[in-house]
């Protein structure tokens, strides 16, 4: 079986003098282009409109001036930080035969002044030379993001939507912020007969709610009422795809996770789309992609750790830490509940801090459990 590439180095070799380098700081405004040109001395640098026509027009008038200079120019290696535009410039681009990354921000060592000059120019200047050791081969200079495709970015969505929508707890805290003022305290705003119960609500005083509340309350009611609907939506077409396409690779995935007690549908979906669909190393690098790693301090006799390094998926990440509440709970007779109680049984402080450990376990647990079938010891499934 041959070894993933981590993305941590390149595995072509390097021709300089016949590969154009170009990095790309991107806003929202301009793009900053900084390239290395073969056969020539200066490193220019170039600020555009966002543009991918006007990028591919510089690449081209670049190649011109190498070919004038003596140069052939059989590479072309672009490269720009992970960041809002997303990844659609490195499709787009190695649609067009131009070999693109995207560069990890956090993979890219910064200087440790407390006021370090920070411009666009000096970033690209940085870019070009942790690009250049990648591309040499030298391990560590920077880490490049995997660039999903269209379908990949798009099966993201459905889960992350729904995130979005559960979150309603503005709306009926503002409701129930709302009636306390009036000194009702016992009304529910999520219960299915909430509307028809708010035309009887009255004040401690014997009074109807006044009509400019009562107004926006049925408003809000009726946003919350839209959110709910939102969410079932999402989940009904979720669950319609399940059925249509069992034998996917990610369905399938989905529906193995479910299986075990104590994993939702939504909680299966989640880790499946974020972490467990891709092609990660080892089992260390399944808990570093997740933020479940920890951040140790050592320098001559000192030795701590400075909690956890976050610096993964968040979404991940949380949603292993509720998983490691709920898997103590329907899997209590699984080796990992039994080695969790272990640890804490004299230490009631530290179940908070031993959930995180249990969360990396269950995580590399699952993920074992998708890419070669083991089933975690002691977990129980449902029929299948």
């Known amino acids: ?210 009509p400019n509340t009562l107004l926006e309350l049925r408003r809000d009611m009726a946003r919350l009422r839209f959110v709910m609907d939102q969410i079932k939506e999402v989940e009904e077409a979720r669950a319609q795809r399940l059925e249509q396409a069992p034998q996917e690779k990610t369905h399938a995935m989905v529906r193995l996770i479910a299986r075990v007690i104590g994993v939702g549908i939504e909680t299966a979906d989640m880790l499946v789309h974020e972490i467990l669909s891709r092609q990660l190393r080892d089992r260390r690098a399944v808990a570093r992609y997740a933020g479940l790693t920890g951040a140790p301090d050592e320098s001559g006799n000192k030795r701590r750790e400075k909690g956890l390094a976050k610096a993964g998926n968040a979404r991940v990440r949380r949603g292993m830490i509720q998983l490691a509440w709920r898997f103590l709970v329907f899997q209590k007779d699984s080796a990992l509940a039994r080695w969790y109680r272990t640890r804490t049984e004299s230490a009631g402080k530290k179940r908070k801090t031993m959930i995180v450990a249990l969360a990396r376990k269950l995580l590399i647990a699952l993920w074992r459990l998708v890419t070669i079938g083991e089933v975690p010891a002691g977990v129980v499934l449902r029929a299948a």
Not at 16 to 28: G, H, P
Request: net charge positive.
């Open 1 to 210: 079986m041959s070894e993933l590439n981590d993305l941590s180095r390149s595995l072509t070799s390097l021709e300089q003098d016949k590969t154009i380098i170009a990095v790309i700081e991107m806003s929202q405004s301009s793009w900053l282009v900084a390239g290395i040109i073969p056969g020539i001395e200066r490193h220019p640098l170039k600020k555009l409109e966002p543009s991918e026509e006007e990028l591919v027009r510089l690449l081209m008038r670049w190649r011109t001036e190498a070919t004038k200079n003596g140069q052939t120019i059989t590479r072309f290696a672009v490269a720009f930080e992970a960041g809002r535009d997303g990844f659609w410039l490195a499709r787009w681009l190695r649609a067009r035969d131009i070999e693109t990354y995207v560069i990890h921000p956090t993979s890219v060592a910064v200087s440790r002044e407390h006021r370090r000059a920070k411009t666009d120019r000096l970033d690209t200047g940085l870019l070009k030379r942790v690009f250049i050791g990648w591309l040499r081969g030298e391990p560590d200079h920077c880490h490049m993001a995997a660039i999903p495709t269209l379908a990949e970015e798009d099966a993201k969505r459905p889960n992350r939507e729904r995130e979005g929508l559960v979150q309603r707890t503005r709306i009926v805290n503002r409701m129930k912020s709302c009636l306390a003022r009036f000194g009702i305290r016992k009304f529910k705003p999520t219960l299915r007969k909430a509307p028809e119960r708010l035309a009887t609500l009255g004040t401690p005083e014997g009074v109807p709610l006044p």
